[in-house]
């Protein structure tokens, strides 16, 4: 059966199970392993319209077709590739060669580390002691310091705020 014969023998019956329709145009266009896609979609479109027990058996034959969805795709190489990528970019980068053991000499030094080495040095007590003495140079490195503070802050926000609009999504549709 053809696209455009299974969507004309479904007119029909588009005003009392609009969520079949969805199902089968989704189930023509997507690959086979993607049938549980077509059967999600076609039962929300039930849900919507107000069509439960439709909806329902679309959601059981959803449930059905998910090993199918789960299982070898087409095209293992894309996986594959996908894979070493997502795990490739997970991996942390390698430790700096000796950046963070060494001491800095002034406050120059100290202030041209990176954050973590430069907190790694204020937490260990690796401040030169001329530096601790130099009120100015205290100064400047209570100004890096709640700098770096204000960043940590500031990503915490944004991650707590993506997080906020990835649950009222997820609350809407529910919903």
């Known amino acids: 059966m053809s ?7 479904d007119i029909g019956s588009a005003f009392s199970d609009p969520g079949k329709l969805v199902t089968d145009a989704l189930d023509a266009v997507l690959p086979d392993h993607l049938k549980s896609i077509g059967d999600a979609a076609g039962g929300l479109v039930d849900l919507v319209v107000g069509h439960e027990p439709q909806a329902i ?13 789960t299982s070898k795709s087409s095209s ?7 894979t ?9 980068p390698p430790p700096a060669a000796s950046a963070g053991s060494s001491t800095p000499a002034d406050v120059a030094s100290l202030l041209a580390l990176s954050p973590d080495d430069f907190m790694r040095a204020i937490t260990s007590g690796a401040v030169p002691a001329d530096v601790a003495g130099d009120p100015t140079a205290m100064l400047q ?9 204000q960043m ?3 990503v915490t926000s944004m991650l707590s705020a993506s997080h906020q609009m990835q649950m009222s999504i997820a609350q809407n549709i529910r919903a």
């Open 3 to 9: 696209i455009l014969d299974t969507i004309v023998s």
């Open 57 to 69: 058996s679309l959601f059981k034959a959803g449930i059905k077709d998910l090993p199918q969805l």
């Open 76 to 82: 293992p190489t894309t996986t594959s590739v996908a």
């Open 84 to 92: 070493e990528v997502a795990t490739a970019a997970s991996e942390p």
């Open 141 to 149: 490195i209570q100004s890096r310091v709640n700098e770096i503070a």
């Open 152 to 154: 940590n802050q500031l």
